[in-house]
Every structure is written in C-alpha cells, then in structure tokens.
C-alpha cells in the first residue's frame, strides 16, 4: 500500500496562487504554479521560498492559463525545477503570453517595494523550453515508478480555452484536481466533463457561498447598461480579464450589433494581450461548443463586428481620450490592478452619465473590489477619483460554477467520494461550500490552510 502526500502549497483559504504538490512513488507532481493576486500581502507571499525544493519537483501540470495558475511558473524554474510541464496546447500558447505581459506589474512591484524583479524574461523562455508535452482531453498520460505506473488524466473543466481537471490514479486510487470550474453552459467553451469513481476530490469554491442569479438574464442587463450609457451620451467602461472574459465581450457585441439590438458605437478593445489572445481563440476554434461552432460555420467572425477598433499600441491607447463620442472601452486588467484600465476609470468614473460594468470575479484589495463595494472615491496612480459612474455588476458572465452547481459536480462521484478538500476560495466561500456539501451527501469535507500537508494511505 502506498502513501500519498498532498502538500497545500498555495490556494488555501484564497481564491488566488493555485500550487498543489502530490508526492507519491518516489514522484513529485505538482499542480499548478500561480500568483497570489490582489490579497494585502500578496508581494510578499510571491517573494516567499517554495514549501518544497523546485529542483526536487519531477513533473508540473498546469490547469490552465490565468496568472493566478501560472504566474510564479518563472520564478520556479529560476529557483532551480528542471522536470516537465505538461497542459494543453491552447494553455501553453497563453501562458507564455500571460507571464511575459505581467512583467510590467511585477517591475512597478518590485520598484515599489524597493526589491528584485520575481522573474526576468529569461526565466519564462527557460520554461517555455521544459514546457515541451502537449496532453488531449480523456487522454492518460503515464509517469512510470519502480513500484508501477501514475496515471494522470485530464478532463475538460470548461473554465476558459484549454482548461483541465486531473485525475491521478495509482494502484486502484484516483485524486482528482479540479482547477476552477466553468459556469457551464459556457458561451464559448463546452460543458465541463463529468468524472466518477474518485476517491479523493480537490476543489475550488470561488463562488462556494453564492449563486449567479442573473444568468439568463445576462445578455439582457448588459443590453441595457450598453443602451442607455449611449442615449445619455456617456462611456461603458469594461474591465476584462485578457481571457475568456474578452472573447465572450466581443461575442456578445458581435450578437447585438449585427442584430442591431443596440446602436453602433466606436467599441475600442484598448488591450494588447485581449487582441493576441483573441487570435489564439480564433486558432482554437475546434474547441468551442457546437452552437457556435455552427455560427462560424455559417461565415460569423464572431469576434468581430461593425464599430471594433482594436488599439494595440500605445498611442493608438492615447487617442481614445480624443474620442468625445459616446463609446465602449474593453480594457485589461479584469480586476482593476494594473493595465490600460486604470487611465479610462481615472477619467470616467467621476462621470454620472458613464457606467461601469463589472462582469468577473474581484479579489479582496483589488481596486476592482472597492468599486464593486460601492466605495464613493477610490485612489488610482496615487490621485483621488469620485466614483459617480453607474455600476452594474453582471454575475452571470462569471466563467466560474456558482454554489448550486459546484455541489451538483459533487454530486456525480458522491457515492464512491471517501473526502473532499475545498480551496481557491475565500474562507467564507470555502466553509459554506464544505458544510453544503456534508451536509447533502454525508462526505467528509476539510477546509486546508496553506502549508498543511495531509497524507492518505
């Protein structure tokens, strides 16, 4: 009988800093290499030593390609790791995007607090180069031990492009990881896959203690928050995550105008990292579900639309301001902490006829947070800004499971579940959703803090 030692090495009790270290068989496997993003302390938890020696670690496999997953991936790889890293096509291709892009936050970081940059270009070209095994949905692959073979297993979480859940299984035990859930029926992405017969479940909970009521009425809210900014000569601010977020953005512009439900307008897509990456999406589009597969199908670029103007430089960026007509600006970050956003909030939130629209998940500490909180003024680039603008906070475009539906995927491999560990949450998040759980199917539930090491026989 062997023993498994799961290490919580980051996303305890924080919906942020994914890192999940599986030793078993002689064979380090770690899950994930994420940023903490928008906590108090986050700088210093990213500056911290790895709870295990990186050199030691024998393979990494990435859910998928949000910084919050992949952001401390150079960093490791400086600190010695040399093994594999294993993901999906579209995750690697985004990753390597991702990481280079949040070098610009993590320099003003480090200028900030007078220290070292965490990672320097060359360390993301150094795990580019390990990042060489590329894994199919449903598809096992093998990592043989003198004691037999691991198989890891990944299944389509329907989070974001590419993204995956794991399913480890030695000698007749199966762990599954989930990464974060998709909010399925996505708009994009396909359901996320069912899997059984687990006998040990990792988790998250973002939304654990709460339900995305306004779901079908989504691209409703959003029609009439666009509508009557523009009849009040106003501007739509969107802060949007580079991923998923900003494809579903353009998708729902590209429905309503083509459709002529609202007026044609300049809709600027104010970010370099929401264009390339939206070339990776249109790359990847045998991945989509079949409704839209079919809307492609029949000539749709559904990313693109009469009005799109996508500004990559920063010049092109600059000259928005010159634009007094009422608009729309999609800008990164999704969570108001850096990027070509904070200059548009800086110049419209005072504005009582403009209207920002909130549509993903907002750490606590973000700026993105405080707005959702209805703070009156907030501080951007150190200057004082009235917050007058209109909020509408749609939550029924977040890509992830609300609580109803994380406790329904439990639901599936409940009879044969012997634990569940609930993480990627914010502790209210992650208890409510534990005791929901035990409560509906009687399985044991643990709430892990970062560092706890748990073993199971």
């Known amino acids: 009988m062997s023993t498994w030692k799961i290490t919580f090495a980051g996303g305890a009790q924080m919906p942020t800093g994914s890192n999940f270290l599986v030793e078993l068989a002689g064979k380090k496997i770690l899950i994930d290499c994420g940023l903490v993003q928008g906590e108090k302390y986050s700088i210093p938890l990213n500056r911290e030593e790895f709870a295990y020696g990186a050199g030691t670690v024998d393979f990494l496999f990435i859910t998928h390609a949000h910084l919050d997953h992949v952001g401390r991936i150079p960093k490791l790889v400086r600190d010695g790791f040399k093994g594999k890293i294993i993901s999906t096509a579209p995750t690697r291709e985004m990753a390597e995007l991702i990481m280079l892009d949040s070098m610009g936050i993590l320099a003003k970081e480090a200028k900030h607090e007078n220290a070292s940059q965490l990672y320097e270009e060359k360390d993301v070209f150094d795990a580019m180069k390990l990042w060489d095994t590329i894994i199919e949905y449903q598809k096992s692959y093998t990592i043989e031990t003198e004691n037999g073979a691991i198989s890891v297993t990944p299944h389509d979480a329907g989070h974001i492009l590419g993204s995956t859940m794991y399913v480890i299984e ?14 399925t029926p996505s708009p994009l992405m396909n359901d996320t896959d069912g899997i059984a017969n687990i006998d040990y479940l990792i988790m998250e909970s973002v939304y654990g203690d709460r339900n995305h009521k306004d779901k079908d009425k989504r691209i409703e809210i959003f029609k009439e928050a666009v509508t009557s900014t523009i009849k009040k000569g106003g501007t739509v601010l969107i802060p949007a995550f580079s991923i998923e977020r900003t494809q579903e953005m353009l998708l729902a512009f590209n429905e309503l105008v083509e459709s002529k439900q609202i007026p044609e307008v300049p809709v600027y897509l104010d970010s370099p990292l929401g264009i390339n990456i939206t070339s990776i999406y249109k790359k990847y589009e045998s991945w989509f579900n079949d409704d839209i597969k079919k809307i492609i199908k029949s000539g749709d670029d559904i990313f693109n639309f009469k009005g799109l103007i996508k500004t990559p430089a920063p010049d092109d960026s600059k000259a928005i301001n010159h634009d007094n007509r009422p608009k729309v600006i999609i800008a990164g970050s999704g969570m108001s902490n850096g990027g070509r956003i904070l200059h548009h909030e800086a110049r419209y939130l005072p504005d009582p006829n403009s209207t920002i629209i909130i549509a993903g998940y907002q750490s606590v500490g973000t700026l993105g947070r405080r707005i959702v909180e209805k703070e009156k003024e907030v501080y951007i680039h150190g200057e004082k800004v009235k917050v007058n603008a209109r909020l509408v906070n749609i939550h029924g475009f977040s890509a992830h499971k609300d609580s109803d539906h994380l406790v329904e995927f439990v639901g599936q491999m409940a009879p044969h579940l012997k634990k569940v560990f609930v993480v990627l949450g914010e502790p209210k998040s992650a208890y409510f959703l534990g ?10 539930v ?7 090491i748990v073993e199971i026989e």
């Open 170 to 183: 030695y000698q007749g035990k199966k762990v599954a990881f989930t990464g974060d859930l998709g909010n």
């Open 446 to 452: 643990v709430i892990p803090e970062k560092g706890d």
């Open 435 to 444: 005791q929901k759980i035990h409560e509906e199917y009687q399985v044991p």
